[in-house]
């Protein structure tokens, strides 16, 4: 799978064919290789082997070996990693944005110089030239309209041999194998008067001893230490006790917040933890099932000391303490009522980052992640119930650029991401259909109360009070477009078209899935 690219289309430059993995191999034949012996025969090439899709595409100056994450995805064809070459170059130098940035070829945004998009005699780089004292102070290239037909060709080459095919699922002894330690600490039962998987834990240490004291989370996150610092005062008071025997409860979360990112998922989270009964994890994305527990924090800073299944636990203790209240309480043991409180969590790589395990598991399905998270989670949690949230996978690029290269100087473009249906189908082959909800964060935005009566449905909430409801479904929305962000324009025309004619065979198996046209954009 290691090819030269420009021995498959030639659109990158020569100094990244002379690096490239083939071309410094004993395989590599410099008469053979079209780029090398400066042929241009070879415009595009597919595989007859099934690819991953891109991981995490990053513009890096560096870390050359962050090539290795390209191909941990799945269900699609060489071609696709092409194209997303092709298009992370093409959104790094059309999104219109106002004022100059280094490293990157900005235009003036039409929002703020009137007809500048719209007028034809514009749309090329010798105008540009001759306007260049007009558009101050930017530096300014105009997007590839021009090469436009010839990247259609392209994408219709790609989309035409997309397929969608059901993965095979792991036995559960295979999973116990690959995670005995996670088996071994969450039981195969829990509590019957909980809605939460909540079980009793054996707590051997003595009021003197702090219980965090290896707690990843409150060691390497500075922000959340006063939450640890408040659990450790209150622990000893919320432990059970029983024939000298000390005990603490344990719960995993009800439901899911599992994607994606930059769909709205910040504002339902907020909105759902203003609801009486339900609660979050101390932390608001522990990334624990996609990241932690590889000991994994940022790939590009490489692997730290895995986060064990007991420090992800410990981040539903707040929960578990005002859960084991309940429990304890004369109502509960005379009448045996369930809690009604649940646990929720909000972590929006859940639901696509695979990253991680080709470092760990090994690669005995050609290319193909023999477990993922879904797998893991279903093991110990069957019944949960996953929402997920999305929006128009081009508008969700956009934002999650502008969000990258504004918050964190990085420049990343995770197009993989807007393949919804990819994931959503993977997630099936585990759950069923009625404990996936699938919202729109369109919808969400122009009808915030319907959407969130949808959600306390969901997850079997109770009626609220006109007062409750008003809070939750009135208060401003959250994680919006930042200030400094909000005077820069749309992404060209030409690369909206190149994305949507991208997205667009996914948005149809997606709207296919779920029975609703709603699902294709058209609109947006």
Known sequence: MRHCI????????????????RCRGPDHNNQKCPVCRGENKIPLYTNSKQMKWLAVLEVRTDHCESWNGFFCLRKGKLCSLMFGLII????????????????????????????????????????????????????????????????????????????????????????????????????NKFLPNSKNPCWYE???????????????????????????????????NHLYHYKDKHYRLRCLPHFYIIGQPKCGTTDLYDRLRLHPDVRFSAIK?????????????????????????????????????????????????????????????????TMWDNNAWIFFYDNSTEGEPPFLIQDFIHAFQPNAKLIIMLRDPVERLYSDYLYFASANNAMPVRLQVGLYVVYLLDWLTVFNKDQILVLRLEDHASNMRYTMHMVFQFLDLGPLSEKQEALITK?????????????????????????RDFYRPFNTKLAQVLFDDAFLWKRT
Not at 132 to 139: A, E, I, L, V
Not at 316 to 334: M, N, P, Y
């Open 6 to 21: 420009n021995c498959c289309i030639h659109l990158l430059p020569n100094d990244l064919h002379r690096q490239c993995f």
């Open 88 to 187: 992370m170059t093409l959104v790094m130098v059309s999104y219109i944005l106002t004022g100059a940035k280094h490293g990157l070829l900005l235009i003036p945004s039409p929002f703020h110089y009137g007809a500048f998009a719209s007028n034809p005699s514009l749309m090329d780089n010798e105008s540009l030239s001759d306007m260049k004292d007009y558009y101050q102070p930017s530096k300014m290239n105009i997007s590839y309209v021009r090469d436009y037909p010839s990247i259609k060709l392209i994408i219709d080459t790609i989309t035409s041999k997309i397929e969608f095919i059901t993965r095979q699922r792991p036995d559960l002894e295979e999973l116990r194998k690959q995670e005995p330690h996670m088996f071994s600490v969450i039981p």
């Open 202 to 236: 054996e707590y051997r240490g003595n009021a003197t001893e702090d219980p965090y004291a290896t707690n990843s989370y409150a060691l390497y996150s500075k922000r959340f230490r006063i939450i640890f610092d408040y659990l450790r005062k209150v622990f000893w």
């Open 285 to 349: 994305e522990p990334h624990w099932w996609t990241r932690k527990r590889f000991g994994i924090i940022r790939l590009r800073d490489g692997f730290h000391d895995r986060y064990p299944v007991e420090d992800y636990l410990d981040l539903f203790d707040l929960a578990a303490h005002q859960i084991q209240s309940v429990l304890q309480s004369d109502a509960v043991k005379e009448h045996g009522k369930r809690n009604n409180i649940i646990i929720g969590e909000a972590s929006a790589s």
């Open 475 to 499: 208060s401003p929305a959250s994680n919006t477009r930042r200030p400094e962000d909000r005077s820069l324009g749309p992404m060209l025309p030409t690369t909206k078209a190149i994305l």
